[in-house]
């Protein structure tokens, strides 16, 4: 036999090849497993060529770490045809492990195909050195190296199919996998080419007419290091595509998100409850069965924003949507429109659910929150629209179930109400005025009237009140309490209030001018304007704009107002304090006034509420009403003025109490502030003609 022997470098390189090759079979099987239709069809058979190649090569390389004491070559059919048994044993291998399921007979049968296609390559490879006479091969370790090249196939084949699909450290994973698999694949070459044996005087057929080993040695390492960085440059490059789209795919998501739910609470926004509405009207109409919409509004919200600022408001939002959350029923849907405003859809067998649940929420809502420790008090109001008795479309039940709500608003908050056609009236009649109000204040529409305050009993004038009135186009004058409750409602009463102060102190400006620099005008303060952040801006800015001394301006708040949020309101007062300006209590003795916060507040001046005035006379209760206040105002050290004052009786009785300012049409009705000189009785102290 002719004595054979191996380069050491070849073989080592052999094995690099082997587990390349294994590396890019383990790559291409997630590649086409991750892919579907043409994609994945394209990456089947460039998959196919690179591992059927990778494979190829290593043979080859192992064949030229081969040497005879003989020229050796090889033919070109036969090579050519090995090329095709190892790209066709690694198309099978990809298409098999790139099944959803991979059982055991399919593995066995994928093992012996594969195998066998990998022995036919290599033992093709031998034949195409046309050796003559031919090799002679030992029968056992010809069937090990059979046996081997089955087994090692059934062990890729198990292992791409387990590491097919990109997961946590996946490229470590194919990393040990391509060693074992290489290893396995060198192991089944060397011992076929142990099994051969070369009788002495045997000379290759294809060495003068076929492949030379030098041209063939450069041709393999040249396509197959080509072939292996091609492969492994384009699967990297797809794997960055991959990254990126799935980027763009959490970022499409993300945007989604944004798009339908706020961004502050993370519930459903408008648009995506608008959309729930419609599957919800469907389903109902489908079914004959009834839901209910329920439109909720914080009550209180817009003076924790002004007091405690934004941040506190935002905060509070979302632990009032937490708490709403904690209500809602898994199939329930819960919304915020935007502001303090939420939404919530359930389905009810009977209305008497949707108000067990508006029930719930007012409770829920209405406890105490603590918000960066402070102690923040909302309540809400809710109304409730049932489909289909109250509406047969998206839009027909939010509208009534924000008309419900508005109605629960009227009477009194903090609670809920079903819906009734006849607030519909109500509500267009609401949305007009707002609409009307705005105008007003772009086209100047309103003006102040005064009226007199006069030292007990009938003068001298002491200082005037400044009451609104709106001069409506084709109406005429609209008395405040007519459209005062959407303004607050509306915010509106912010920029109304600010025109009423400022020019208050332009006509107070005037009557100083002309020589009433004793007098003072009071303006009446809502609790939203109170509780607004600008409100002492706002009095400084004036004051300057017109010169006027701070004491000349009085704001009147009325009892509840400064109890609603007694420390809020406590501290803001003591900022009108320091800036000058007097302050006075309205309305006394008609609200929960707390004596402990009444002697706190910085007020210069009591004003008993009209209510008591009306029916005073001596000896009923009024009268002792009227005293007791009376005498509490003095030992607080407060000027006492009584309002609503019409007949000399009440004069004079309230005169005789003690009362310091009496104000009332029996001693002046409102008039514009030009009219107001002529419109002023003459003192009793005074004669007729002075």
């Known amino acids: ?37 043409t994609a994945s069809a394209l990456w089947l058979v460039g998959g196919s060529f690179a591992m059927g190649i990778g494979v190829w090569s290593m043979h080859f390389i192992g064949m030229l770490a081969f040497s005879l004491p003989i020229a050796i070559g090889y033919d070109l059919d036969l090579t050519l045809l090995s090329l095709v048994f190892a790209i066709g044993s690694s198309a099978f291998a990809l298409w098999l492990v790139c099944h959803e399921q991979l059982p055991t007979r399919h593995l066995v049968g994928g093992a012996l195909v594969m195998g066998a296609g990998i022995a036919a ?13 031919g090799v002679v091969y030992d029968p056992l370790l010809f069937a090990l190296s059979v046996a081997i090249a089955v087994l090692a196939s059934g062990a890729a084949l198990w292992i791409a199919f387990r590491l097919r699909k990109d997961a946590e450290r996946v490229v470590l994973a194919r990393l040990g996998a391509s060693l074992v698999m290489g290893c396995a694949i060198v192991g089944m070459h060397y011992t076929g080419m142990a099994a051969s044996a070369f009788p002495a005087g045997s000379y290759c057929g294809a060495a003068h007419t076929g492949i030379d080993a030098k041209w063939l040695a450069l041709v393999v390492i040249v396509v197959s290091l080509a072939v292996f960085a091609i492969a492994l440059i384009v699967s990297m490059l797809d794997v960055r595509a991959n990254v990126l789209t799935t980027s763009l795919d959490r970022a499409n998501s993300e945007l989604v998100q944004l ?13 995506l409850l608008g959309d729930r509405l419609d599957q919800s009207i469907h389903m109902a109409t489908r079914e004959g069965r009834q839901f209910a919409v329920l439109f909720m509004d914080l009550d209180g919200f817009k003076a924790v924003n002004d007091v405690y600022g934004h941040h506190v408001g935002d905060l509070l939002l979302r632990e009032v949507s937490r708490r709403i959350l904690a209500i809602k029923r898994d199939e329930d849907t ?32 209405g406890a105490a929150y603590l918000i960066d420790d402070h102690s923040v008090h909302v309540s809400v109001s809710v109304g409730i629209a049932v489909f289909p008795e109250d509406g047969r479309t998206t839009h027909d039940l939010m509208i009534n179930a924000d ?39 772009d086209q100047r529409e309103f003006l102040l009237y005064y009226q007199p305050k006069l030292v007990s009993p009938d003068g001298p004038v002491t200082g005037v009140e400044a009451l609104l009135r709106w001069q409506k186009p084709g109406v005429g004058l609209v008395p405040p309490d007519e459209f005062l409750g959407v303004a607050e409602r509306t915010g509106l009463i912010i920029p109304i209030g600010n025109w ?34 600008g409100l002492v801006d706002v009095l400084r800015s004036s004051l300057e704009r017109h010169a006027l001394d701070p004491a000349s ?24 304090a320091a800036l000058g300006v007097g302050i006075s209590i309205d309305d006394f003795g008609t609200g929960y006034s707390s004596l402990l916060y009444l002697k706190q507040l910085p007020a210069d001046e009591l004003k008993i509420d009209r209510g008591f005035v009306t029916e005073l006379t001596k000896g009923n209760d009024d009268e002792a009403i009227v005293s007791a206040i009376i005498a509490l105002g003095k030992t607080l050290g407060l000027n006492i003025v009584a309002e609503g004052v019409e007949t000399a009786e009440q004069q004079a009785l309230l005169t005789r109490l003690g009362c310091d300012v009496l104000q009332g049409f029996l001693l002046g009705s409102p008039v514009p502030g030009d009219q107001l000189a002529q419109s002023l009785p003459v003192p009793s102290y005074l004669p007729a003609s002075a």
């Open 259 to 271: 798009a339908l739910h706020d961004n502050l609470t993370r519930l459903p926004n408008r648009v």
């Open 334 to 365: 819960v919304a915020r429109l935007g502001g303090d405003e939420f939404v919530m859809s359930l389905d009810v067998s009977r209305p008497e659910d949707a108000a067990v649940q508006a029930q719930r929420l007012v409770e829920a809502l």
């Open 500 to 533: 009423v102060i400022d020019e208050a102190c332009r006509q107070m400006r005037v009557w100083q001018d002309e020589g009433h620099a004793a007098w003072t005008v009071a303006v009446n303060l809502s609790t939203v304007q109170l509780t607004h952040t």
């Open 121 to 133: 390559m290599h033992y093709t490879g031998m034949a195409a050195m046309r050796m003559m006479p």
């Open 553 to 576: 301006l009085v704001l009147e708040i009325t009892e509840s107002t400064a109890m609603r949020d007694a420390e809020a309101s406590l501290a803001i007062l003591n900022e009108v």
């Open 403 to 441: 008309a419900a709500m508005y109605h629960a608003k009227e009477q009194g908050r903090n609670g809920y109400c079903f819906f009734e056609h006849a607030m519909n009236a109500n509500v267009h009649q609401q949305l007009q005025l707002q609409h009307d109000l705005r105008r007003a204040l």
């Open 1 to 37: 036999m002719l004595v054979s022997s191996y380069s050491g470098i070849l073989v080592v390189f052999s094995l690099v090849v082997a587990i390349l090759a294994s590396y890019t079979a383990l790559n291409m099987a997630g590649r086409v497993s991750s892919t579907r239709g």
